[in-house]
Nanobody
């Protein structure tokens, strides 16, 4: 599967951004999807996930109440609405097929991700 994330940018602390990620192929609706992020000098980490039909979501503690994950299976797209952004949210954001809080093994390429920069 190929993944194309977009929607990142530079925003002041307290601002909002909406990320989108389009997946290729016909298997999108059969898998949970997750958002992950990698800050400079740090390992990639889990941010949020959503079940294949969107009925179940999960968030890492630091974004609960601020971020909302959603999906549109007709468009092969997963979204991440990010509100009340903080400087520590600065990272490159990626989406990927997921199992629990991890990406699925051998799903393909992470793609370039989309850079989110939050200024204080």
């Amino acid at each position: 599967v190929q993944l194309q994330a977009s929607g990142g940018g530079l925003v002041q602390a307290g601002g909002s951004l909406r990320l989108s990620c389009v997946a290729s192929g016909r298997t999108f609706s059969t898998t949970s999807m997750g958002w992950f992020r990698q800050a400079p000098g740090k390992e990639r980490e889990f941010v949020a996930s959503i079940s294949r039909l969107g009925s179940t979501t999960d968030y890492t503690d630091s974004v609960k109440g601020r971020f909302t994950i959603s999906r549109d299976n007709a468009k092969n797209t997963v979204y991440l609405q990010m509100n009340s952004l903080r400087p520590e949210d600065t990272a490159v954001y990626y989406c990927a097929p997921s199992i629990g809080r991890s990406s699925r093994a051998n799903f393909g390429s992470w793609g370039q991700g989309t850079l989110v920069t939050v200024s204080s």
